[in-house]
């Protein structure tokens, strides 16, 4: 999650401390200045130590270092078995007969599983079921991802050696890989019910007649590109059954919603089902769908033994979720004095074989289509459609990403013409001059409230930065929301547990997965009952006080360290009376609930679509040859809960922004995959990363707990509009597909 820079700073601290024989190495950060000291800001309060507000150490971050810490292919049980998946050759095809039988023979095989051996429900998926556990004969084939067959073996060796003895008879069919052809009318149905996932669609205003009454017109299209996650660890599950049921080990983004799927394939109640996480090495939305989680369960529960299943990593590339490639068309007004007027925009988004959240990208993407900008006039239609290209999901940023670039540029090209009628305007006084005030309207029609002032201050943040340079330098703006909202409820639950020798434990259902979420209840917790950190222990475990939904929408801290403050509240209030030792064997649950929000479009004269919103702005300075040199991010993510990890965040944000923005493709021809070796992704090396410069604004929000915000993903929603603009100022030409190109 936090890219480069701080694994950089880290290595060249431990290596002076080996220069100068310094075994001490808990001293203060690299670097610690986060709130625009250098220019002439300042923090408004004092944390205390390992509190609310403080850089304290990353939960069990010293043993991760030390590799002490397993992961789930790291781990073992007594009789494991090994599972290893059989995928598709071809994106769409008819199964015409799976002869598993020269497979049943072979060295160390316990059994071979197929469509027929699932107990219960064979479908599974977030919000509509129509993802198949194993595809079955005579049934179609949609992507390259798809699972055919499963063979548990002694070793992983064998089990994967035993996958070339099943033969798959197809009959091969022409593939769907274009979004507006699965459109026609005569096209392929890919599902029963059609090729549309999904439609977003609302507007306000008139928006033809400011488009024939405006100054200034843009009409343009854009394009974006197809990208993978790239997280170091590949998917893998591990399943022990018991006389209860059966334990899953994940590495998922969601232990409740992987219980849940989990049971249903089973045919058991989630009681019978625990699921829990281990060591999570990456995600970014890559892991909220299950990919071997359903198969190893079923095995473990067939077979009475545990079972482990580890991807490699060219089956972790065909099966997990990519980001959205999106087509948009943009119409964007302004008066006479580049006050924006309308936005058209009209979307189409390739969602790939199944439905994951595609429908829940597209409606966020459509919802944050006009920027942290006020728009009067607003038509917005966004369609997801399936295609047999690889399925496309949750990805950091979630679809905000990709229209946060298109309507960056549209404001620079508005800028550009009124500085061609001779009128003196820059790149940040367009944006000034049409942000997001108190009492305007989102583009989902939703009013902002005073804490909108953020996006003010950030602006304020670069101001003298961006106004002083003496090179191209590019500049925008970026919303993002907190929590999922949209008519869905968000909720944080977490459980404190009181143990023996003065010890707590702290249970949550949301996933620890690089952004420090684990580090940061601890935090609320030792700032309300001044227990240690070091006397803390947390998971992620799907016991019902625990219940919540997917680490997702950038909410995680947000809900949960509101779950975590009413816990220790309670917990602190027992402590006036009574010590840890007399405390053992009790529990302390705290609970926080928001189901105020509904879906954009819903016919109501004050549509609440998100419980809040971050905001950045963040300003890219090219060098003389038009390399991109530095990189700056003034954001508000209300109160910053840990700054040392709050930076990393946005550092690594920006890196993983960059890479979409200038290098980054997972392309596909008639919906096989062009390539799954890592180095074909472009990921962008540490060497070629600019240098960041974090500047946090911090304006509180009520919603989150102590006033903070969803941090996760607003990293990345503004920098390709950035660096987009800054190539624009260096040779004039703009730029309106992803990945960029440099230099023409």
């Known amino acids: 999650c936090t890219g480069y820079q701080r694994i950089i700073d880290a290595i060249e601290t431990a290596e002076e401390h080996w220069q100068n024989k310094d075994t001490n190495i808990s001293g203060p950060p690299r670097r610690k200045e986060f709130f625009g000291e250098k220019y002439g800001f300042s923090r408004e309060f004092k944390p205390k130590e390992d509190g609310v507000g403080s850089s304290a150490h990353r939960y069990r971050g010293i043993e991760m270092a030390l590799g002490e810490k397993p992961y789930i292919a790291d781990m073992e049980e007594e009789n494991m078995l090994h599972g290893a998946l059989l995928l598709s050759k071809y994106p769409r095809a008819k199964v015409l007969k799976i002869d598993v039988s020269e497979a049943e023979k072979a060295c160390g095989v316990s059994k071979v599983l197929t469509a027929s051996d699932i107990p219960g429900k064979r479908f599974i998926g977030h919000i509509i079921p129509d993802w198949p556990v194993f595809v079955a004969e005579g049934e179609i084939i949609r992507y ?56 977003t669609f609302f507007g306000r205003g008139n928006v033809d ?52 799927q989990i049971a249903e394939v089973l045919g058991l109640s989630t009681e019978e089902v625990i699921v829990e996480l281990v060591t999570n090495g990456g995600a970014f939305g890559g892991k909220e769908d299950l990919t071997c989680q359903a198969q190893t369960a079923v095995a473990a529960y067939l077979l009475q033994k545990p079972v482990k299943t580890v991807l490699t990593r060219e089956q972790s590339m065909l099966m997990h979720v990519k980001r959205h490639p999106m087509t948009m068309n943009y119409e964007v007004a302004a008066d006479k004095d580049g ?20 429908a829940k990208v ?13 728009v009067p006039n607003v038509d917005v239609d966004a369609k997801a459609v399936y295609t047999n290209n690889p399925v496309c999901g949750a990805m950091r940023g979630f679809g905000v990403n990709q229209t946060s670039f298109a309507i960056e540029t549209c404001l620079n090209l508005i800028a550009q013409k009124m500085r061609n009628d001779g009128i003196e305007i820059d790149d940040f006084d367009i944006r000034e001059r049409n942000i997001l005030k108190d009492g305007q309207r989102f583009a989902t029609g939703q009013k902002m409230t005073p804490t ?99 680490t997702t929408a950038s909410r995680a801290t947000a809900l949960d360290s509101m779950a975590a403050k009413k816990a220790a509240e309670k917990l602190a209030l027992a402590l006036e009376t009574k010590t840890l030792q007399e405390l053992v064997g ?109 500047i946090f604004v911090e304006v509180p929000e009520d919603i989150g707990g102590f006033g903070s915000k969803g941090v996760g993903e607003i990293g990345l ?3 390709a509009g950035a660096v987009a603009g800054a190539f624009y100022q260096f040779d004039g030409k703009p730029r309106f597909t992803l990945p960029l190109l440099r230099k023409e």
């Open 362 to 374: 597209v409606e966020r993407a459509a919802g944050h289509c006009c920027g942290p900008y006020y």
């Open 586 to 694: 009790q529990e302390f649950h705290g609970e926080y609930i928001t189901n105020f929000t509904v879906k954009p479009g819903t016919p109501i004269d004050n549509p609440v679509t998100h419980l809040t919103f971050s905001y950045a702005v963040q300003v890219a300075l090219l060098d003389e040859e038009g390399n991109l040199k530095k990189m700056i991010a003034a954001h508000d993510v209300g109160k910053v809960m840990n700054p040392m990890a709050c930076a990393g965040q946005i550092e690594g944000g920006i890196h993983m922004g960059l890479g979409h923005t200038l290098s980054e493709s997972f392309p596909s021809t008639k919906g096989v995959p062009d390539s799954l070796k890592m180095r074909d992704l472009q990921i962008i090396k540490a060497r070629d990363t600019p240098e960041v410069e974090v």
């Open 209 to 260: 007649q400011a488009l024939n009454s405006s100054r200034y017109v843009i009409s343009q299209q854009f394009q974006t590109q197809r990208i993978e996650h790239a997280f170091m660890e590949v998917e893998s599950s591990l399943a022990v059954p018991n006389e209860n049921g059966i334990h899953v080990y994940s590495q998922g983004q969601g232990v409740h919603e992987d219980q849940r």
């Open 144 to 199: 390259v991802g798809d699972v055919l067959a499963m063979v548990v073996a002694d070793s992983m060796l064998h089990a994967r050696a035993a996958l070339e003895k099943i033969h798959i008879d197809y009959e091969v069919l022409k593939p769907i890989d274009n979004p507006i052809q699965a459109l026609e009318t005569d096209a392929v149905k890919i599902h029963e019910k059609g090729n549309l996932l999904g439609h």
């Open 339 to 358: 006050k924006l007027t309308a936005v058209r925009m009209k979307l189409i988004a390739d969602t790939g074989a199944y439905a994951s959240v595609g």
């Open 452 to 550: 909108v002032v953020g996006m003010q201050k950030c602006l304020d943040a670069v101001r003298d930065v961006y106004k002083n340079s003496k090179m191209p330098t590019g500049i925008a703006c970026g919303i993002k929301n907190t929590g999922i909202g949209n008519g869905l409820e968000d909720t944080g639950r977490v459980l404190i547990k009181i143990l023996e020798d003065e010890k707590i434990e702290i249970l949550t259902g949301f996933t620890e997965m690089g952004q420090g979420l684990f580090t940061i209840l601890s935090q609320v917790v030792s700032e309300l009952t001044d227990i240690p950190l070091s006397k803390m222990d947390v998971r992620s475990i799907s016991y019902p006080k625990t219940k919540c939904g997917m």
């Open 717 to 719: 929603v503004p920098t």
